[in-house]
């Protein structure tokens, strides 16, 4: 199978580069004709150099991809690059992973999955928690009724500002936003996934740059959630993580049922420990590669019973609670749901 890396941009791409790099059948291809854009940083490479370093092949522009014609594709270019690469991969028949969020605004996100509708292709999300051992074990519990009906549910999606090796995190004309665009999405997919069928219908936020006070986009926020089924739920999307802690961050939710009361965190299969050498605090995780599982699941398909990678209409919906909670963060008020 070919599969083709459309930018170098978002910090996933270096561990889907050597995974696909890696694993049996695959043919990898890999562009980041964006990155010329940017000034260089040589601690921290991308485009060709980058390449180099990964031990993949390289061309240097998009359409050099499609003209090997790969069977699928991933999109890890910044976000508001997202559109015209699903659109291209569309307009050449190819299945396509995106990075999240789907998109920056409701029109583009629409506009990518008519694209795709049209042109017969797949649109998947780039969503790795749902391949999470923990998410699996609380999923499970919800589906099979241990939880009775769901009340309330707290989430928390912290992590490093991470503009020190991806400026574009921090600029709104690449990212569409700050914290609250990035963090805010993966919750909320989670909770797609879990409240059958349940929708959001109003959304309240609020949003600062305390942390961070010379950063234009928000570095902080707060999601309330209202859903049609009378569940309620918090979500704290902020890049909270110290600059130099040992570990990125994590995501946690806390499930408050009839019944009983789940929590999990998805990135706590690690051993941590202090390096005395360097003198520093150390967190190694070890378990389930969970970009090797999203990866795998696009690629090959579900196993009996597992989890899919959400879709483009997904996308969308996760998308609308991230414009719905900058317009409430703008308006000081309660915003309805799109």
Not at 105 to 122: L, S, V
Not at 132 to 150: C, E, N, Q, T
Request: with cysteine; charged share 20%.
């Amino acid at each position: 199978m070919k599969v083709g890396l459309l930018s170098f941009a978002h910090t996933h791409a270096l561990s889907y580069a050597a995974l696909l790099r890696d694993m049996e059948g695959i043919e990898l291809l890999t562009t980041d004709p964006d990155s010329l854009a940017e000034e260089p940083r040589p601690e921290w490479p991308r485009g060709r150099d980058l390449a180099r370093d990964l031990g993949v092949d390289y061309v240097d522009t998009y359409e050099e991809v499609f003209a090997w014609q790969p069977d699928a594709v991933i999109v890890a270019a910044e976000n508001t690059r997202h559109r015209h690469l699903v659109e291209l991969a569309a307009s050449h028949g190819v299945d396509v992973l995106c990075e999240k969020p789907l998109a920056t605004t409701a029109q583009d996100a629409e506009a990518m999955i008519k694209a795709c509708q049209a042109a017969g292709t797949r649109l998947a999300i780039a969503h790795p928690v749902r391949f999470s051992p923990a998410y699996a074990a609380a999923r499970a519990a919800v589906k099979g009724g241990h939880l009775g009906r769901i009340l309330a549910v707290r989430g928390a999606n912290y992590g490093r500002l991470s503009d020190a090796e991806r400026p574009w995190f921090a600029d709104p004309a690449l990212a569409g936003g700050g914290a609250l665009m990035d963090h805010t999405v993966h919750i909320a997919d989670l909770l797609d996934d879990l409240l059958d069928g349940a929708r959001a219908t109003e959304v309240y936020a609020q949003s600062n740059t305390l942390l961070y006070p010379d950063h234009e986009t928000e570095t902080a926020g707060l999601v309330t959630l209202a859903y049609d089924n009378g569940t309620h739920v918090t979500i704290d999307c902020s890049w909270s993580q110290p600059a130099h802690h040992p570990q990125w961050g994590d995501v946690e939710i806390q499930l408050v049922g009839e019944k009983a009361t789940v929590e999990f965190a998805a990135f706590s299969q690690s051993v941590s420990g202090y390096d005395e050498a360097n003198r520093t605090a150390t967190v190694h995780p070890w378990g389930t590669d969970l970009d090797e599982r999203l990866l795998t699941t696009f690629l090959h398909g579900t196993q009996d019973g597992d989890v899919d990678v959400p879709d483009g209409e997904s996308g969308l919906r996760t998308l609308q609670i991230v414009l719905a909670g900058y317009a409430s963060a703008d308006a000081g008020q309660p915003a309805p749901m799109a």
